[in-house]
């Protein structure tokens, strides 16, 4: 009984995850972030802003954080590569652990 239940939920999260929108005037996460060349810590940062701005949440320096596993290091690296790339926009500065970023639209990324 539980094995369908997996599989065919497994096959729901297939889909959601390649339709999903992570701002509420539906941009979906765009693949391109998979080939023009980051890291894979900075394609998993970007991974989890769509993730927090999916569910509502801020994205801020203090929410990645607080789920990130890697060191504070790569963290602000990645961050700082994203902004480079015009991927991710610093809307609100408060110091390392208090600026709030926005995802931009892919056709203004610097690929």
Partial sequence: MFD?????TSILNK???????????GMA?????FR??????TISI????CGFSDGGAVISTRNLLGVWNGTREA?????????KRNILLNIISGGEDK????LLE??????
């Fill in 106 to 111: 892919n056709k203004s990324w610097k690929l």
């Fill in 75 to 83: 963290l602000f690296d990645g961050i700082k590569e994203l902004e």
């Fill in 46 to 49: 970007y991974l989890l802003c």
């Fill in 15 to 25: 889909g959601m995850l390649m339709n999903h929108n992570h701002n509420p005037s």
């Fill in 99 to 102: 600026n709030v970023y926005k």
């Fill in 4 to 8: 369908g239940f997996v599989e065919s």
């Fill in 36 to 41: 023009i060349g980051l890291s894979v810590e």
């Fill in 29 to 33: 996460m765009n693949q391109n972030i």
